[in-house]
């Protein structure tokens, strides 16, 4: 099982790579990863679980957060309806790639945060507000789907892992706050 401590911090060198494709078919070690993933997430988001082991909730993992430099990232998106446990989005995605993106760019009113960085960076963190997204699946089938608003920015998050970004990159310096015109704020 997943914890807390099994998730690496901001300057471990890990978090800097460009991490590797997975090969197809996926292992077996590959798959258990991709379960372990989403099963931490799970976790994560539910309260009596999250406090026996000390989760903080997460809605996306990668997998160099567990500092294994693999392009393997779980999303697990709650649909906000404590009355519907339905998820809006939730896979574990093998060597995910954004084919192509809207024009209009869309960030999180509240900024972001990190599993991986212990400490708040304010800030609006602008992204692309639509992706098309190829992906392996945990059966080892090639998927291609649409994705907008908070579920392309947490795909975008897990993406950026895979290449060594952290979400901070994206913040204005000069002006945390900064936006362009046009950019769309998900509250
Ligand atoms: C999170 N937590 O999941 C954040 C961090 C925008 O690479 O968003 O570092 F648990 C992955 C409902 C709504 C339930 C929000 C992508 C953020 C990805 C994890 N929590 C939540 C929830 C959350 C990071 N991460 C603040 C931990
Ligand atoms: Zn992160």
Same mark, same amino acid.
């Given at each position: =099982?997943? /914890? ?9 060198? +890990? ?7 997975? /090969? ?12 372990? =993933?989403?099963?931490?997430? *799970? ?19 990668? !997998?160099?957060?567990? %500092?294994?430099? *693999?392009?393997?990232? !779980? ?5 906000? %309806? ?5 998820? /809006?989005? #939730? !896979? ?7 084919? #192509? ?30 992706? +098309?997204?190829?992906?392996?699946? +945990? %059966?080892?089938? *090639? ?16 993406? %950026?892992?895979?290449?060594?970004? =952290? ?21």
């Amino acid at each position: =099982m997943i /914890t807390m401590e099994d998730i690496i911090r901001e300057g471990n060198p +890990t978090l800097r790579e460009v991490a590797h494709e997975v /090969t197809v078919p996926l292992s077996d070690e590959d798959i258990k990863l991709g379960q372990d =993933m989403m099963e931490f997430l *799970k976790n994560s988001q539910d309260p009596v679980k999250a406090e026996e082991l000390g989760l903080r909730g997460g809605v996306g993992l990668a !997998a160099p957060q567990l %500092d294994i430099s *693999k392009r393997i990232i !779980a999303v697990h998106v709650p649909n906000g %309806d404590l009355e519907n446990p339905e998820p /809006t989005l #939730s !896979a574990v995605m093998y060597n995910p790639k954004i084919l #192509s993106h809207s024009v209009q760019d869309a960030c999180l009113g509240e900024g972001e945060g990190c599993l991986s960085v212990d400490r708040e960076v304010p800030g609006y963190v602008v992204r692309h507000n639509k992706i +098309t997204l190829s992906y392996i699946d +945990t %059966d080892g089938v *090639k998927q291609k789907i649409r994705l907008k608003n908070y579920e392309a920015i947490v795909v975008q998050h897990e993406i %950026d892992h895979l290449n060594g970004v =952290m979400f901070y990159d994206h913040i204005n310096p000069e002006n945390p706050y900064a936006l362009k015109d046009g950019v769309l704020v998900i509250e």
